[in-house]
């Protein structure tokens, strides 16, 4: 009796399955291949949407702290005309002087938050830069202003004869402050693409 026959048929056998072997193993790559395809494409997909919102997140709050720098431009023109008057040496009278400075409140929210969640990563470039820039003047022109309320506030109570002094003291902050607000608008409107109305965009 010839001892290598079982070990010959299951030879046999073996090279018989091996075309299957390799179709069930092939499958099973393949199905993991997708998978892993599918649930990228759908973590990009979500990184995508969570983008989107982000941006017009972005947008909306532009248009909102556009909106009160204009109202700051228009409460700053009368306080810089009355500065101005009061260091105009060809009036005799004292000049009344009134510098009612308010608070413009512009909001980085939403620019934080992307920032925060890396949203921005998936956000384009370009646009990015431009709005990074954007935030970057938007911090200093809050910086100058409190500094500038800062200044007005530690100003000792005087008269009208006191005017010119105080308005000397006051003049360049607030000019610088008026100087900032002008190119913060321009900023705004360059990256909202001259429209500074809305309230959303997208």
Request: hydrophobic fraction near 50%; charged fraction near 25%.
């Amino acid at each position: 009796m010839d001892a290598s026959r079982p070990g010959a048929r299951l030879g046999e056998r073996l090279r018989d399955k091996l075309p299957e072997i390799f179709i069930e193993s092939g499958s099973v790559v393949l199905a993991l291949l997708l998978a892993f395809a599918v649930n990228e494409w759908h973590d990009r997909r979500q990184e995508d949407e969570r983008a989107a919102v982000a941006r017009e997140a972005i947008v909306r709050e532009l248009h909102a702290n556009a909106k009160e720098i204009e109202s700051t431009r228009s409460a700053l023109a009368p306080v810089l005309a009355s500065l101005h008057g009061a260091l105009d040496a060809a009036q005799a009278e004292p000049h009344e002087l009134k510098v009612e400075l308010g608070l413009s409140l512009l909001s980085p929210a939403a620019w934080r938050a992307a920032l925060a969640t890396q949203s921005s990563q998936r956000i384009d470039f370009e646009w990015t830069m431009r709005v990074a820039k954007v935030y970057e003047l938007q911090d200093s022109f809050l910086h100058v202003q409190e500094a500038a309320v800062d200044q007005l506030a530690a100003l000792p109570p005087g008269g009208d004869a006191d005017g010119r002094r105080i308005a000397a003291a006051l003049l360049p902050r607030v000019g610088a402050l008026a100087q900032l607000a002008d190119g913060l608008a321009a900023s705004y409107a360059d990256v909202l693409g001259g429209d500074t109305t809305r309230d959303a965009a997208h």
